[in-house]
């Protein structure tokens, strides 16, 4: 009998019969690229048909054979029959809120948040009309979810129509359990959305938690690096149930999303399909990389560590409950969270020094083949000022470390010239 993991062998075609078993000639090995953003028709009664079915018409709308391959099987993966993708992650966002608030309602968000989403929610959204609010993950060790939730729905007028959670946060890595969050939101018809992007669908698909929308910025883990690209995705019928309280449904969502553009390029969605096919493998040497340098981490004097998969972190059980892949596996993630203590300069100076080793890359971006640090209070949360900071919970001393695929010993290595610079 074949193991669930095994229906990832599916990810191999799945989406690409149309356009490579159905070429004229020798079948193509590989999903073709349709250099092009619109498609030629027979007659107007072939045109009507095919837009009815959503098929190939013109690159902005769905249906380019391209983003249907990758529309598949991240789909697939997700156990999702909606999907939409967008040229980035801050599109995906940006457009799902947009398309499903309007002035007068409310938004309530879990702190901290990618500080693009902080901005866009804080301010954009604010400037928009609607009302927002905000909760530390972190509470949610002291205090049930719930009733955090309840103070901040209830204290409020505004109707709360979206509440939107990172549930493995950017960059503190605290947690909030989606099947609890997911359970408050059913009964009052607030839509839950899960940025999953420190995770990905591969780790904890959360949609099968409860969460209504998951939002994964596939620039991280399903890029190599290389490329950007943003992705919701939702299971049709449930969502549908308080989409349709709120007097609309996801096909209107969509349409107001396509229009908005933020369309990704084709060839970018052909190399994102080819990605995915085997980005389970990377991902399970990334993870049990991770945990094996936030173990070595944790010995260190002077250094607080914070990682899913470590009994230290305050919300372990759940990660082990929440951080779960398809064949049962715990998967705690490649991202690790640590801070020096001191000041910033103390900070700067094991930047330096880690740099200096050409072995760890400094850097903004996550989740790619190398391993890259990040300074938190500079480097991703830089545009926002002391007080914002402050209140997502930074710290000016706090790194984010992004486990690649590089030996063990030699992370260590480049980590140990950083702690010897600053005599940790």
């Given at each position: ?32 690229i349709f250099d092009c953003n619109a498609f030629g ?186 490329m950007m690209g943003g992705v919701a995705t939702w ?141 938190v209070w500079t480097m991703i949360f830089g545009g ?41």
């Amino acid at each position: 009998m074949l193991k669930k993991t095994d229906r990832y062998d599916q990810l191999i075609n799945l989406g690409e019969e149309e356009a490579r078993f159905n070429f004229l000639g020798p079948i193509p090995t590989q999903n073709p690229i349709f250099d092009c953003n619109a498609f030629g028709f027979r007659g107007i009664e072939e045109f009507e048909d095919i837009k009815t079915h959503r098929g190939a018409i013109y690159g902005r709308v769905p249906g380019h054979p391209n983003h249907v391959a990758l529309e598949k099987k991240y789909g697939f993966v997700a156990e999702a029959d909606g999907i939409i993708i967008r040229a980035d992650g801050m599109s995906i966002i940006s457009q799902v809120l947009w398309s499903l608030l309007k002035p007068g309602d409310r938004i309530v968000a879990s702190l901290p948040l990618y500080s693009g989403t902080y901005e866009f929610i804080a301010d954009h959204l604010t400037d928009f009309g609607v009302h927002t609010s905000f909760f530390r993950a972190s509470d949610t060790v002291q205090k049930p979810i719930e009733d955090i939730l309840q103070e901040l729905v209830e204290y409020h007028s505004a109707p709360t129509k979206v509440l939107y959670i990172e549930s493995c946060a950017n960059p503190t890595l605290d947690l909030i359990d989606v099947q609890r969050a997911a359970n408050f939101c059913k009964d009052r018809n607030i839509i839950l959305i899960d940025d999953i992007t420190f995770m990905s669908v591969f780790m904890q698909n959360s949609l099968n938690l409860g969460a209504d929308i998951i939002i994964e910025a596939i620039t991280k883990h399903m890029s190599g690096g290389r490329m950007m690209g943003g992705v919701a995705t939702w299971q049709r019928e449930s969502l549908n149930k308080k989409l349709w309280y709120w007097r609309f449904d996801i096909d209107e969502v969509v349409k107001k999303m396509v229009c908005l553009g933020g369309t990704m390029n084709y060839t970018v969605a052909h190399a994102f399909s080819q990605n995915i096919k085997t980005l389970f493998i990377l991902i399970k040497q990334k993870c049990r990389n991770a945990l094996r340098i936030a173990r070595w981490l944790r010995k260190q004097d002077g250094l607080i560590v914070k990682y899913p998969g470590l009994p230290s972190h305050p919300q372990y059980e759940l990660a082990c409950r929440q951080m779960v892949d398809e064949d049962g596996h715990k998967n705690f993630g490649c991202m690790i969270y640590f801070d020096l203590g001191g000041d910033e300069q103390r900070a700067r100076e094991f930047a330096k020094a880690v740099a200096s080793t050409q072995k760890i890359m400094l850097a903004v971006s996550l989740a790619a083949p190398e391993t890259i640090i990040t300074h938190v209070w500079t480097m991703i949360f830089g545009g926002l000022n002391e007080q914002e900071k402050i209140k997502l919970g930074i710290s000016p001393t706090a790194f984010r470390l992004s486990v690649g695929l590089q030996p063990m010993e030699e992370t260590c290595a480049a980590l140990q010239t950083g702690f010897s610079a600053i005599k940790l």
